[in-house]
Nanobody, 116 residues
Framework: QVQLVESGGGLVEPGGSLRLSCAAS????SAWPMRWYRQAPGKERE????????????TYGDSVKGRFTISRDNARGTVFLQMNSLKVEDTAMYYC?????????WGQGTLVTVSS
């Protein structure tokens, strides 16, 4: 079955960096685009970053452009989110996602807290 397991979250001060990882299994990872979403308390889930199956196409939410970088290692079945210049408003649960029509699959999430 499809499994997505996020890791790498934690507590970081404003201006700091974190690298999130999402280990995928149960499907042909290299054939599918991957996404990172986040959800802050009391807010809707929002798309943070997208990466095409081969890694060439990448898009970002406006709030993270220039600070976050999505990448993938198809040999390892893993997608990453490098987060730099973190802000308090980046505090959220971060989720890995793959859309295998007709279903969306989600990991359990990893919590990122940005606070001084």
């Amino acid at each position: 079955q499809v499994q997505l397991v996020e890791s790498g979250g934690g507590l970081v001060e404003p201006g700091g960096s974190l690298r999130l990882s999402c280990a995928a299994s149960g499907f042909t990872f290299s054939a599918w685009p991957m996404r990172w979403y986040r959800q802050a308390p009391g807010k809707e889930r929002e798309l943070v970053a997208y990466i095409g199956s081969a890694g060439g196409a990448r898009t970002y939410g406006d709030s993270v452009k220039g600070r976050f970088t999505i990448s993938r290692d198809n040999a390892r079945g893993t997608v990453f989110l490098q987060m730099n210049s973190l802000k308090v408003e980046d505090t959220a649960m971060y989720y890995c996602n793959v859309h295998l029509a007709p279903r969306n699959y989600w990991g359990q999430g990893t919590l990122v807290t940005v606070s001084s």
